[in-house]
């Protein structure tokens, strides 16, 4: 079945340890997301790519950088993580030939800083 | 700023009851509105979308839309226990923009 995955689903780091998360799709998707979200919040978007354009959100903070190597695979680097930084991280594909650009969700890592 | 309103609940009704969910949202330019379901722990999921005024329905579930009021609905007729989640409120498209607004959602527990 044609999916996103995300791995790990859950990952614990250390304070200031860089990390990185990882994003894959078999749906061939050209627009791909990054949200966090924390308890009770919206998802909150921190950058997208449409193609291999980037586009950060104004308020992503510089400590959040994403890589996009091809289509299929996408990755968030958090290079000093704090403890504000744990949260639900996740991942979201949609199709420009999808006039409503319906998006579809990975699993989700959770996201422990110690 | 595009905002979403939803009411955080939570929302509880019983079992077999119709569960109604509202969302009000800022950007009059909103063209489509999508209706996500989220369980505890889990990633959102696509329930319901609704572009024209009026209802649309699908199963057990119906989305309202009066664009003049800026107000959207989700309503769950015979809800279940299995509809326990939060309800989140998506519109987008404005303006040709391909990102949604999410609210923060709607908690809905059903009790047996």
């Known amino acids: 079945d044609a999916m996103v995955i995300q791995n790990p689903r859950y990952q614990v780091t250390q304070f200031g340890k860089p990390v990185t998360l990882s994003c894959s799709q078999t749906l061939n998707h050209n627009v791909m997301y990054w949200y966090q979200q924390k308890s009770s919040q919206a998802p909150k978007l921190l950058f997208h790519?449409?193609?291999?354009?980037?586009?950060n959100e104004a308020d992503t903070p510089d400590n959040f950088q994403s890589r996009r190597p091809n289509t299929s695979f996408c990755f968030l680097d958090i290079r000093s993580p704090g403890l504000g930084d744990a949260a639900m991280y996740l991942c979201?594909?949609?199709?420009?030939?999808?006039?409503?650009?319906?998006?579809?969700f990975g699993p989700g890592t959770r996201l422990t800083v110690t | 700023q595009k905002e979403v309103e939803q009411n955080s609940g939570p929302l509880s009704v019983p079992e077999g009851a119709i569960a109604s969910l509202n969302c009000t949202y800022s950007d009059r330019g909103s063209q489509s509105f999508f209706w996500y379901r989220q369980y505890s722990g889990k990633s959102p999921e696509l329930i319901m979308f609704?572009?024209?005024?009026g209802d649309k329905e699908d199963g057990r579930f119906t989305a309202q839309l009066n664009k003049a009021s800026q107000y959207v609905s989700l309503l769950i007729r015979d809800s279940q226990p299995s509809d326990s989640a939060t309800y989140l409120c998506a519109p987008h498209a404005s303006g040709g923009s391909y990102i949604p607004t999410f609210g923060r959602g709607t908690s809905l527990i059903v009790h047996p």
């Open positions: 609704i572009y024209s005024n």
């Open positions: 790519y449409y193609d291999k354009d980037f586009n």
């Open positions: 979201a594909t949609s199709s420009s030939l999808d006039r409503d650009y319906e998006q579809y």
